[in-house]
């Protein structure tokens, strides 16, 4: 996916940082947004050992909730790049608890940036898509919107709402040659995952047709599918990959 512009949320570490990687060392120009600099900053000295002197990779220090922010950033791309060619929205927090205990502020920050950061991106990005008449969205959700889980309604219904996001707008951007997709990853093996204890991995994996947990490579794969020309065809759906987990 040569000289293609790709914009990369939540990108400094798991999925996010293996996506980023993907296209990356597939000779796209990625353009990176987290939180957290000192991560950003390390993968794009890690990256840029190996680079393609005509590659960029560029990253931007903002939270997916603040629309102005997100705006600024993809403005400031459009000025040097001239276009924007693929949208990932990988940004995505968890902070579990039954309903009963969960505090208004656990809600609204899964809410924020699961769900409300998507929207911002989406929309940023949307406009000039529409003006280039071209563009990918892919959207990260998760089974769990579809499945539900005790003791995370907050981040269930975020996902949930990420996919009807995407159905939305794969019908509003459609005749615009713009292609939205989401992927529902099941239970891949991140950092964000390690804090679960065994008995509940083990769980986990009594439910897995495949018999075993998905890795980041596995949904970077998918990803880089979605955005490339293989998939014109494709729009509106949510792809799950799950090793089987629901069918």
């Given at each position: 996916m040569k000289n293609k512009n790709i914009i990369i949320t939540g990108a400094s570490q798991g999925i996010g940082e293996t996506i980023s990687e993907?296209?990356?060392?597939?000779?796209?120009?990625?353009?990176?947004i987290s939180r957290n600099k000192d991560k950003l900053e390390k993968i794009k000295k890690r990256l840029s050992d190996k680079k393609d002197?005509?590659?960029?990779?560029?990253?931007?220090?903002?939270?997916?909730?603040?629309?102005?922010?997100?705006?600024?950033?993809?403005?400031?791309?459009?000025?040097?790049?001239k276009h924007i060619d693929v949208l990932i929205n990988n940004a995505g927090i968890t902070d579990d608890n039954l309903i009963v205990k969960m505090k208004e502020e656990q809600w609204d920050q899964v809410i924020n940036t699961n769900l409300k950061g998507t929207y911002n991106c989406c929309k940023a990005v949307s406009k000039y898509m529409i003006k280039q008449k071209s563009g990918k969205i892919i959207n990260i959700s998760s089974i769990i919107g579809e499945i539900g889980n005790k003791g995370q309604v907050n981040y269930a219904a975020s996902k949930a709402g990420i996919v009807g996001l995407t159905?939305?707008?794969?019908?509003?951007?459609?005749?615009?040659?713009?292609?939205?997709?989401?992927?529902?990853?099941?239970?891949?093996?991140?950092?964000?995952?390690e804090n679960l204890d065994k008995d509940k991995n083990l769980d986990f994996l009594n439910k897995i047709p495949l018999n075993r947990f998905g890795t980041a490579e596995d949904v970077s794969n998918l990803a880089y599918f979605l955005a490339s020309k293989d998939s014109d065809y494709i729009t509106g759906q949510t792809i799950n990959i799950d090793g089987g987990m629901v069918v």
């Open positions: 993907k296209f990356f060392n597939n000779y796209s120009n990625i353009f990176l002197s005509t590659q960029t990779i560029s990253y931007f220090v903002a939270s997916v909730e603040n629309y102005n922010d997100i705006s600024n950033i993809v403005k400031t791309i459009i000025s040097k790049f159905k939305s707008l794969s019908k509003e951007l459609g005749s615009r040659n713009i292609n939205v997709n989401a992927i529902n990853p099941g239970f891949i093996k991140t950092k964000m995952t």
